[in-house]
């Protein structure tokens, strides 16, 4: 499984944009990146998965060079309720049953 | 459905005790999967079922753990003589609704925190 390595934490103020990176250097070619948000004491949530290029749902956008290698996670204008552990993952859609999540990045979003 | 449901959802055990943790996916989801989660850690894949075949064990499942679906609905992770290494939130996750598209996404249970003393 391809490895991702995350800062560790970062702090934002409520409104802001926050960009989150992910670093994927041995991303295979048929690996998915996806994203992952827990907050304390609960499982984690699906946010975004993508392959190449941007995707954007109703939470979030993911931005991913044309080399794969890194991705980038983008919360808009963020409120105190998005302060969580973001996990990236790659993997392969398709019966990546064995997701590393890595140790995430934890983002704390201040009034 | 309300989704992957898990109990109990904190158990406190003496060092040797058993303990069994019980997992209810999200019905017709064809995979289940069990992580554990240590403090400040991410998830760790334990292991994961396609309907009622367990197709994959990771190598932290000792031989300690076993787990189950045997009708290919819930699933039953057991802990044997339990350690104080075993201490940590246990996971269970379903995905792949039968006949549909496998998205790769995961869907979380809140979790069974356990608690060796």
Redesign the interface.
Known sequence: LAKTTQPISMDSYEGQEVNITCSHNNIATNDYITWYQQFPSQGPRFIIQGYKTKVTNEVASLFIPADRKSSTLSLPRVSLSDTAVYYCLVGGPYGNNRLAFGKGNQVVVIP | DTG?SQDPRHKITKRGQNVTFRCDPISEHN?L?W?RQTL??????LT?FQNEAQ??K?RLLSDRFSAERPKGSFSTLEIQRTEQGDSA?Y???SSFPAGGR??????????S?LTVL
Request: with cysteine; net charge negative; proline share 3%.
């Open positions: 992957v995979r999967y992580y400040g850690q991410g998830p760790e894949f994961y197709l994959e990771s939130m996971l269970c996750a496998d998205t790769g996404e995961l869907f979380f249970g809140e979790g925190r």
